[in-house]
């Protein structure tokens, strides 16, 4: 696995990380988002979203547990932090979105016993007061941002 660390240090910067990692997230790829509460990783998937076009702009999803985006491809947003047991996925048909579009996926760790090895796994770490992100990307195809 290739490891990469971006240093953001504003939201709009998240947000232009986001945009140049788009093309590693095309249709049939899976991304996941690790990091805690307010980590910054909706504003990530906000990124990748208009690197595709989305008309929708990416918000935390609050009862669903996807959200698609369209554009130049679908962006599947999932957001797993309110599964209550990880068997819920099974009835998203995840798969299904894979013709389409791509899944990133916050919250993986709640469902990973039943979840392919992702093609970028995102973790993103802050303090939890300055603005400051720490983003780790680690991917299998050799990445430049
Ligand atoms: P998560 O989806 O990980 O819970 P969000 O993206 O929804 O996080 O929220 C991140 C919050 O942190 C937002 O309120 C955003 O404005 C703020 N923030 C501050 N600095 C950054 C940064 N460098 N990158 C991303 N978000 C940041
Ligand atoms: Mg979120």
């Not at 945009?19 to 095309?26: S, V």
């Not at 979105?97 to 990973?112: M, R």
Request: glycine share 6%.
């Amino acid at each position: 696995m290739n490891k990469i660390k971006v240093v953001t240090k504003s939201p709009s910067e998240t947000i232009e990380l986001g945009k140049k990692l788009g093309r590693y997230a095309d249709k049939g790829k899976i991304i996941f988002l690790e990091g805690n509460l307010g980590a910054g990783k909706t504003t990530l998937v906000k990124g990748i979203s208009e690197y595709y076009q989305c008309t929708q702009i990416a918000k935390s999803p609050t009862f669903i547990l996807i959200t698609t985006y369209t554009g130049k491809i679908n962006v599947n947003h999932c957001d797993f932090f309110r599964l209550n047991y990880s068997e819920e996925i099974f009835d998203l048909a995840l798969e299904e979105y894979l013709e389409n579009g791509n899944l990133i996926i916050e919250w993986p760790e709640i469902a990973k016993k039943y979840l392919p090895e992702p093609d970028l796994k995102i973790n993103i770490e802050f303090d939890g007061i300055t603005q400051k992100r720490e983003i780790i990307i680690h991917s299998n195809a050799k990445i430049e941002v």
